[in-house]
């Protein structure tokens, strides 16, 4: 029955995400309809934007970092000052600085670390105009900035087409990015999640009665319409703080499989538009192949370790932490989902998970989260990947490595491998300080190996812009509440300038011709060889500090010793 189940949910991912993927490449070769060609015309002419002006990969990122720190600013000042404004029923207060920095950052970001309560701390206009709209923009930025990058490796080869060395228009893109794919998308999930008993209303808190008598405060909101976004844009921020595990976020089997594909279906969906707009739809089949066959390990690790159990705890599985309506195989699917996809949302508390699942998902987070990946995202971190693999086999082959018929040379590895290094920097630098300094120490509230698994989650989370947590680590400090926004910055802005100049470089270079020396980036010994690139890169990288977390846990566990 669990291979059963896990075969529909694939069949339905791949299916939706390959006629996702044909609509994509329409909007974003701006084959639409005229009317909806209006409308975005006349949206950017009133916001002053230029919409048939290119942009060189620059001026793309300027613009990038431009909005999203416009984007901050914003939802810094609606969070510190949410007291004093309107639709706040139940009389919240403003953010405190350090948790207003945090939470700004977070969403900018596609982040949502969460280090507060939503239903406890949030208005409505903060949910709504604050969280709500920076889940939709900045799913978009990945989304345009995707597009961008793959304009420049895949240049005049198909529906990507661009003028000289423009990268294409960002704000052409982001707006196509809400206004024909986000938008629509979560207005028909989010119909959906009310139908399955999601609360969306603007009333306050119900006091209601216990079975004692006692009263009992049940918060509720615009939650459906939240909820919606947070897990297509790969977002993750729940709108009560227990996130997909709270009935009123997930009340059916039907809501948590719905989420559970919506978290991979756009990212899926963008490997399927890089074969379409390279004009050769084996080249997306590629990347998709290697990031299936990671995650399909992932998961068998998980889903095993969850479904066996702790013996030391009695026979069965590992319930702890878990939804009995959703019980350890779709727990274990989510938190595969979750943590590969960038997206963060849980319905099960992944510090309960065992020493060996927990590894898995670090290791999705820590290796950029390229498998699948945030929306547009993990594209173009799989991309950072497909260069270092391509020149590695130039390498091992005496030729100069080319991909897509353009050859890869010193300023585009120099380029990968600086992206790449914002990972163990966040991770490995940032976690080393968080393990020394006792005002950051006082966060970890278990002893021994899995107190340093809940350190390394947490900057692994934040350097990956994925969002969960282990739920032991206290992370409403205002040291945590700092770094890890200033982490937050790293692992996202780190990774897109850097890869927006690979793209600008590759868009200016000659296309080579096929010959029989080429070596071809479509087959299963490419495939093979870009897997092998991220698991060694993220072994050598990240072994020595994970066998001193989750590894020692689980050597620990076999041999009976408990903390």
Not at 241 to 248: D, I, K, L, R, T
Not at 374 to 398: E, I, K, Q, T, W
Request: overall charge neutral; glycine content about 12%.
């Amino acid at each position: 029955m669990t291979l059963i189940s896990y075969a529909v949910y694939f069949l339905a991912l791949g299916g939706l995400a390959w006629v996702l993927a044909i609509w994509l490449a329409q909007v974003y070769a701006g084959a639409l309809p005229r009317s909806f060609l209006r409308i975005e015309g006349a949206l950017l002419r009133a916001c002053g934007a230029a919409p048939d002006r290119g942009m060189t990969w620059g001026s793309y990122a300027l613009a990038v970092l431009g909005f999203n720190a416009a984007g901050f600013v914003m939802l810094y000042a609606v969070l510190r000052a949410q007291g004093w404004m309107p639709m706040n029923p139940d009389g919240i207060g403003g953010m405190a600085p350090d948790l207003a920095f945090n939470t700004a950052v977070s969403f900018v970001t596609n982040t949502n670390w969460q280090a507060y309560s939503g239903e406890a701390q949030l208005s409505y206009l903060s949910q709504m105009a604050g969280l709500t709209v920076q889940n939709f923009v900045s799913a978009a930025t990945g989304m345009a900035v995707a597009v961008a990058v793959t304009r420049g490796f895949v240049a005049k080869g198909g529906i990507g087409a661009t003028k000289g060395s423009f990268l294409g228009n960002f704000w052409v893109d982001l707006t196509r990015s809400v206004l024909w794919v986000l938008l629509p998308l979560s207005v028909v999930l989010a119909l959906f999640l009310a139908w399955q008993g999601v609360p969306q209303t603007l009333q306050g808190a119900v006091v209601a009665s216990g079975i004692e008598g006692e009263g009992q405060v049940i918060a509720r909101g615009p939650a459906a319409a939240q909820i919606a976004i947070k897990q297509l844009g790969t977002n993750g921020g729940g709108f009560f703080g227990v996130n997909s595990a709270h009935p009123y976020e997930n009340p059916t089997l039907a809501s948590n499989m719905a989420q559970s594909l919506s978290i991979l279906l756009i990212p899926v969906a963008f490997c399927f538009l890089f074969g379409r707009m390279a004009g050769d739809r084996r080249q997306g089949w590629a990347i998709f192949a290697a990031m299936a066959v990671m995650f399909a390990a992932g998961l068998v690790v998980i889903h095993g370790y969850e479904v066996a159990g702790n013996a030391m705890l009695g026979a069965g599985p590992n319930m702890e932490g878990k939804e009995q309506r959703f019980g350890p195989m779709l727990s274990a699917l989510w938190a595969a989902s979750t943590t590969a996809a960038s997206n963060g949302s849980v319905n099960a508390m992944h510090d309960s998970f065992m020493p060996l699942s927990g590894l898995v998902m670090l290791i999705f987070m820590q290796i950029g989260e390229v498998i699948f990946g945030g929306v547009g995202a993990g594209l173009y971190g799989m991309l950072l990947y497909v260069v270092l693999a391509v020149f590695l086999a130039g390498l091992m082959v005496g030729r100069t490595p080319e991909y897509l018929g353009r050859k890869i040379e010193a300023r585009e590895v120099t380029l990968a491998v600086l992206a790449f290094l914002s990972m163990p920097i966040g991770i490995l630098v940032g976690g080393a300080v968080a393990a020394t300094v006792p005002v950051a120490l006082a966060a970890v509230q278990e002893p021994g190996p899995h107190g340093m698994s809940e350190i390394l989650y947490a900057y692994s989370s934040a350097t990956g812009n994925n969002g969960s947590a282990f739920g032991g680590f206290g992370a409403a400090l205002p040291w945590h509440n700092t770094v890890l926004g200033i982490i937050m910055l790293l692992g996202r802005y780190a990774i897109i300038v850097p890869m927006l100049a690979i793209a600008g470089s590759m868009i200016r270079k000659p296309q080579a011709p096929v010959t029989n020396g080429t070596f071809p980036t479509h087959g299963p010994i490419f495939v093979t060889l870009l897997v092998l690139t991220v698991v060694i890169l993220g072994a050598l990288t990240f072994f020595p500090v994970l066998a001193l977390g989750p590894l020692a846990e689980e050597t620990a566990r076999l041999s009976g010793l408990r903390f």
